[in-house]
């Protein structure tokens, strides 16, 4: 590792001793199996020095100042701990953890190079091609680093150049994690609210001392590309009342303007980077790399995403709620969420957007729909084929040799047995948490049976509100049916916590116009139109889709009777389309006979009903 240039205050040539305190080395001294070379930079925490293992290898020691071994000593060994899992080709590789004379010190690689500030300035001499070239790499380097962290529930909290090593291949490598995070908010709550990163670089939320997660961190990304593309930040100030106010409230102005060369491509990643609100910058690093063609990801944006490419329309907010609980994920904060909504208010899409986000970040999820007449723990097998690829056969066995022995019994073990299996089942998640964080989906929660809720309400009992692990249960539940079983998980009294409610409610008129027009024109849409489909489909997301796929596939039929009658609506086009037909006639198959004749009678009278008379019916 090669200290950055606010760490270096030694000239790396003079430097053949060091005073620690109560401990000085001179050149080629032994530190447990590595050799000292000299010291070659010294932080506000640590000192980093060159040695070399026995093999005559050269390699970075980071040693705690021995002023900040009261104070330092938690925060470097989590940063050790943090850091000796990783294995990426651009992140400083962390690997042993020593101590000499009462000094802690851990091992890094030593990157033989400089830092991405030097290399900045470099690029002045360079032409304008190679330039955004090396640019592009750099940007793909970082944001590689930062997805492989994120998943992993880290973040970094302090990206800056200097932060940013480049080999003698160009290879970008992240550094001076010196202030990660695994954010634990019960252990450590007022330390993930504090201002630790530099000013010029701190993305909104941060330098305002608010909660952040991974979205931080690609804000300050998108202040060193400003910087790769103009030389100079889009932030000057010269206090931090300064930087929060221009973090907080000043666009950037567009880098072509300071240096029009600049492609176009990588400026629209850079202003979406430095959106002031967390929901508008791109959700993860795999999006950078996708918009770079540097992954397999597809470039899909949640708006077109299912029903035939129709855009989500009218669920901004909604949808902002479910991104930000998926990202709370990666500052290890996990929690209950429930999408509730009426049958065709799109809840099973909101749940895949929901996945779909959790995808980008990297962060795993596994996922099972309920059926009414499915068994217990037939939705668990499913998961538990998921844990198998994560965790492994063995891991795997155990968990289904449990689920197998309580469904094999009739779902009637006796208490304590039954939570014996529900220990297995949390310490196989235990497995998989420790990895990083993780995401529990049940399309259609309703239908569960009684002992998959209780297991439900054990996992966010135990996992999420005693102990605090970066787990995410994400569930839709209908809201147009009777679901007494599920009142403990609406209250939080099964969960021991508040779970998050997201209610999904019709589609209104602005929301029905701009659906309306995306899918068919605006030529053949107005506010006539409009009122008109809301009166036809109630503002049922299905419907309304079913109506304008339709409408949009059959062109031929038109959608108003004229040119002199632009207002007014042929009858034909509302009609309810066949795949809409077909799925109520579905529904109203599976009614008993007596209910379902009472239902036609209803549908005949086609207004509300005295609820004598529907006695009288009944």
Not at 85 to 105: A, F, T
Not at 416 to 442: H, K, M, S, T, W
Not at 540 to 569: I, K, N, S
């Amino acid at each position: 590792m090669r200290p950055s240039p606010a760490e270096l205050s030694l000239h790396p040539r003079k430097s053949k001793s060091i005073d620690l305190g109560e401990l000085r080395l001179e050149h080629g001294d032994p530190i447990g199996a590595y050799t000292f070379d000299r010291a070659v930079g010294k932080g506000g925490m640590a000192w980093v020095l060159l040695a070399h293992d026995l093999e005559a290898r050269p390699i970075a020691l980071k040693v705690l100042r021995s002023n900040r071994r009261g104070s330092g000593l938690v925060r470097f060994k989590r940063e050790f701990r943090a850091l000796s899992r990783l294995r990426h080709d651009n992140i400083v590789q962390v690997d042993d953890y020593g101590d000499i004379q009462g000094h802690p010190y851990f091992t890094m690689e030593f990157v033989d190079g400089r830092d991405l500030h030097q290399e900045i300035r470099s690029w002045k001499r360079l032409k304008v091609a190679e330039r955004w070239a090396r640019a592009e790499d750099a940007l793909a380097d970082v944001a590689q680093a930062l997805g492989y962290i994120h998943r992993r529930g880290l973040v970094h909290r302090d990206l800056k150049p200097s932060n940013v090593l480049v080999d003698a291949h160009g290879r970008c490598k992240l550094t001076d994690f010196g202030i990660v995070k695994e954010l634990d908010p019960e252990a450590d709550a007022i330390v993930s609210r504090t201002l630790v990163g530099t000013w010029a670089y701190a993305s909104p939320e941060q330098i305002s001392g608010a909660p952040i997660d991974h979205r931080s961190d690609l804000y300050s990304l998108g202040v060193i590309l400003y910087a790769m593309l103009t030389g100079r930040r889009p932030f000057v100030a010269r206090d931090m009342a300064g930087y929060l106010s221009q973090h907080r409230e000043t666009e950037p102005r567009r880098p072509s303007e300071l240096v029009p060369s600049v492609p176009p491509h990588l400026e629209d990643i850079c202003l979406r980077l430095l959106r002031k609100a967390p929901r508008e910058r791109f959700q993860a690093a795999s999006d950078i790399l996708s918009r770079l063609s540097r992954t397999d990801l597809g470039d899909r944006d949640l708006d077109t995403m299912g029903d035939d490419s129709i855009p989500l329309v009218g669920r901004e907010f909604e949808l902002g709620l479910l991104e930000d609980a998926v990202s709370r994920l990666t500052r290890r904060s996990g929690g209950v969420v429930l999408v509730e909504g009426a049958a065709g208010h799109g809840r099973t899409r909101m749940l895949e957007a929901a996945l779909q986000q959790a995808r980008r970040i990297g962060i795993p999820a596994h996922s099972a729909r309920l059926t009414p007449n499915q068994g217990a723990f037939k939705a668990l097998m499913k998961i538990a084929d998921d844990l198998e690829r994560d965790l492994g056969a063995e891991s795997h066995k155990q968990l289904r040799h449990a689920i197998r022995t309580f469904t094999e019994g009739g779902n009637r073990l006796a208490g304590d047995l039954r939570y014996r299996l529900f220990d297995g089942i949390r310490a196989g998640l235990v497995r998989l948490l420790e990895l990083g964080p993780g995401i529990l989906a049940f399309d259609d929660l309703q239908h569960a049976p009684l002992p998959v809720l209780q297991l439900l309400g054990y996992l966010a009992r135990t996992c999420i509100a005693r102990d605090g692990l970066p787990l995410l249960i994400v569930a839709t539940v209908r809201t147009d049916v009777p679901t007494p079983t599920l009142r403990g998980f609406r209250d939080g009294t099964e969960l021991g916590l508040a779970p998050l409610r997201v209610e999904l409610p019709g589609l209104q008129d602005a929301a029905l116009l701009e659906l309306s027009r995306k899918v068919l024109g605006a030529e053949r849409v107005d506010d006539v139109f409009v009122r008109h489909l809301l009166v036809e489909t109630s503002g049922t997301p299905l419907l309304v889709v079913e109506a304008l796929q339709t409408l949009r596939d059959t062109p031929e039929r038109g959608v108003f009777d004229d040119e002199d009658l632009a207002t007014e609506v042929v009858p034909v086009d509302s009609r309810v389309p066949e795949s809409v037909r077909e799925a109520v006639a579905r529904r109203v198959r599976q009614i008993p006979d007596g209910e379902r004749s009472l239902l036609e009678a209803l549908s005949l009278h086609g207004y509300e009903m005295d609820v004598n008379v529907l006695l009288d019916a009944a």
